[in-house]
C-alpha cells in the first residue's frame, strides 16, 4: 500500500518547510510514503525549499493556475505515480500532521473512500466570529447541496482512495473543497469527517482575501455545480417561480376585470404573459440540459476507464 501526501503550493517559500518538517513518513497500514508538492507556478524559492526538504516528487505549472487546477494535477501526478491513498494538505502548515493517521483510518477501514478533516472552529481565535458563522453557513449549504453530513465543508485536509480520485472532476478555478464534495454526494462516493486539529496561522490566508468575496465566489461555486449535477431540479425550479409569478399577475388581472376596473391593468397582462414564456422557455432548457448531463455522466465514465487503465498501467510496470 503506497500513501502520497500532496500539497499545492504557490509562493510558500516561508511556510512551505515548516509543513513539510512535521509531514510523517511511516503511517500505520502502509509500505511506502511519499510527499508531492505541486508548485503553481511560483516565483520564489518554493521549489528549492521542497527540494532541500526531501520531497519525492514535484510538478509544476509554467504559470498560476490556481487551487483547484493545483488539487486536479496533484492527483493526477499521485495517481500515475500508483497511490493507493492520497492525502491532501495545505502549505501553511494549517492543519496538523500528526492526524494523518486518523485521517486515512476510513479508508483502510473500508469505511469510506473520502475523509474530511474536521477543524474545531469553534475554539480556532485566528477565526472571527464571522467567519466562524460563515463557516458553519457554507458547510451546511453544502450538506444540503450534497446530501451529505460533511461539518466542515471548507477543510482542505482531507484523504481519498484512488478510486475516489479517479472519479472527481473540477471545474472550478476558485477552489476544490465545495465542489468535491457536493460530487462526491451526487456519485454516492462514501464519505466521512473524522475531528483533526490546526496549528497556529503562519500567514494570512490567500483563498479568503475578504469575507464578500469569499461569500460571493462560494455562493456562486454552489450554484454552478447545482446546476451541473442537478440541472433538471435547477432549471425547474427557475421555470415554476417564473409561471407561478406570471398566473399570480394573471390572476391579478383577472380580479380587476371581473371588479369592473381591468383597463387600468392592461400591464399586468403583458407582465403575466412575458414571464409566463420566460417560465416555459426555462422549462425546455431543464429537459434540454438533462440531456447534456447524461452526456456528461458517459464522459465521465470514460474518463474514470482511461485513468483506470492507467494506473493498471502503472502497477504492472512496478510489479515487473
Given at each position: 500500500?503506497?500513501?502520497?501526501?500532496?500539497?499545492?503550493?504557490?509562493?510558500?517559500?516561508?511556510?512551505?518547510?515548516?509543513?513539510?518538517?512535521?509531514?510523517?513518513?511511516?503511517?500505520?497500514?502502509?509500505?511506502?510514503?511519499?510527499?508531492?508538492?505541486?508548485?503553481?507556478?511560483?516565483?520564489?524559492?518554493?521549489?528549492?525549499?521542497?527540494?532541500?526538504?526531501?520531497?519525492?516528487?514535484?510538478?509544476?505549472?509554467?504559470?498560476?493556475?490556481?487551487?483547484?487546477?493545483?488539487?486536479?494535477?496533484?492527483?493526477?501526478?499521485?495517481?500515475?505515480?500508483?497511490?493507493?491513498?492520497?492525502?491532501?494538505?495545505?502549505?501553511?502548515?494549517?492543519?496538523?500532521?500528526?492526524?494523518?493517521?486518523?485521517?486515512?483510518?476510513?479508508?483502510?477501514?473500508?469505511?469510506?473512500?473520502?475523509?474530511?478533516?474536521?477543524?474545531?472552529?469553534?475554539?480556532?481565535?485566528?477565526?472571527?466570529?464571522?467567519?466562524?458563522?460563515?463557516?458553519?453557513?457554507?458547510?451546511?449549504?453544502?450538506?444540503?447541496?450534497?446530501?451529505?453530513d460533511v461539518p466542515d465543508a471548507p477543510s482542505g485536509f482531507r484523504a481519498m482512495s484512488?478510486?475516489?480520485?479517479?472519479?472527481?472532476?473540477?471545474?472550478?478555478?476558485?477552489?476544490?473543497?465545495?465542489?468535491?464534495?457536493?460530487?462526491?454526494?451526487?456519485?454516492?462516493?462514501?464519505?466521512?469527517?473524522?475531528?483533526?486539529?490546526?496549528?497556529?496561522?503562519?500567514?494570512?490566508?490567500?483563498?479568503?482575501?475578504?469575507?464578500?468575496?469569499?461569500?460571493?465566489?462560494?455562493?456562486?461555486?454552489?450554484?454552478?455545480?447545482?446546476?451541473?449535477?442537478?440541472?433538471?431540479?435547477?432549471?425547474?425550479?427557475?421555470?415554476?417561480?417564473?409561471?407561478?409569478?406570471?398566473?399570480?399577475?394573471?390572476?391579478?388581472?383577472?380580479?380587476?376585470?371581473?371588479?369592473?376596473?381591468?383597463?387600468?391593468?392592461?400591464?399586468?397582462?403583458?407582465?403575466?404573459?412575458?414571464?409566463?414564456?420566460?417560465?416555459?422557455?426555462?422549462?425546455?432548457?431543464?429537459?434540454?440540459?438533462?440531456?447534456?448531463?447524461?452526456?456528461?455522466?458517459?464522459?465521465?465514465?470514460?474518463?474514470?476507464?482511461?485513468?483506470?487503465?492507467?494506473?493498471?498501467?502503472?502497477?504492472?510496470?512496478?510489479?515487473?
Amino acid at each position: 500500500m503506497k500513501l502520497i501526501i500532496q500539497i499545492p503550493c504557490f509562493n510558500e517559500e516561508g511556510t512551505l518547510a515548516f509543513a513539510l518538517q512535521d509531514l510523517p513518513r511511516d503511517v500505520p497500514g502502509f509500505n511506502d510514503v511519499e510527499w508531492l508538492v505541486i508548485d503553481d507556478g511560483s516565483t520564489d524559492k518554493t521549489v528549492e525549499v521542497a527540494r532541500e526538504s526531501g520531497v519525492d516528487h514535484i510538478v509544476s505549472h509554467t504559470g498560476n493556475k490556481g487551487l483547484a487546477r493545483g488539487f486536479m494535477t496533484g492527483l493526477a501526478a499521485c495517481l500515475k505515480l500508483g497511490a493507493d491513498v492520497i492525502v491532501n494538505t495545505d502549505a501553511d502548515n494549517q492543519y496538523c500532521a500528526a492526524d494523518i493517521p486518523d485521517l486515512v483510518r476510513p479508508i483502510l477501514d473500508g469505511s469510506a473512500d473520502i475523509v474530511v478533516g474536521e477543524r474545531p472552529i469553534a475554539d480556532i481565535e485566528q477565526f472571527s466570529p464571522i467567519k466562524k458563522m460563515l463557516q458553519k453557513l457554507g458547510s451546511w449549504v453544502v450538506r444540503a447541496a450534497s446530501n451529505t453530513d460533511v461539518p466542515d465543508a471548507p477543510s482542505g485536509f482531507r484523504a481519498m482512495s484512488r478510486d475516489a480520485a479517479m472519479r472527481l472532476n473540477v471545474f472550478s478555478e476558485y477552489t476544490y473543497t465545495l465542489e468535491t464534495i457536493i460530487q462526491a454526494g451526487h456519485k454516492d462516493i462514501a464519505m466521512t469527517s473524522v475531528p483533526v486539529r490546526v496549528n497556529e496561522d503562519l500567514r494570512p490566508s490567500r483563498l479568503v482575501r475578504s469575507i464578500s468575496s469569499y461569500v460571493r465566489r462560494s455562493i456562486l461555486t454552489i450554484v454552478r455545480i447545482f446546476a451541473i449535477y442537478r440541472p433538471f431540479e435547477f432549471f425547474m425550479s427557475v421555470a415554476a417561480v417564473l409561471m407561478s409569478l406570471g398566473v399570480l399577475l394573471g390572476l391579478r388581472f383577472c380580479y380587476y376585470y371581473l371588479s369592473g376596473g381591468g383597463g387600468g391593468h392592461v400591464q399586468s397582462v403583458v407582465l403575466a404573459g412575458v414571464l409566463m414564456g420566460m417560465g416555459f422557455q426555462t422549462g425546455l432548457i431543464a429537459f434540454v440540459a438533462d440531456l447534456i448531463s447524461t452526456n456528461r455522466k458517459l464522459l465521465e465514465q470514460i474518463s474514470y476507464q482511461q485513468r483506470m487503465d492507467v494506473c493498471g498501467a502503472k502497477q504492472s510496470e512496478d510489479a515487473s
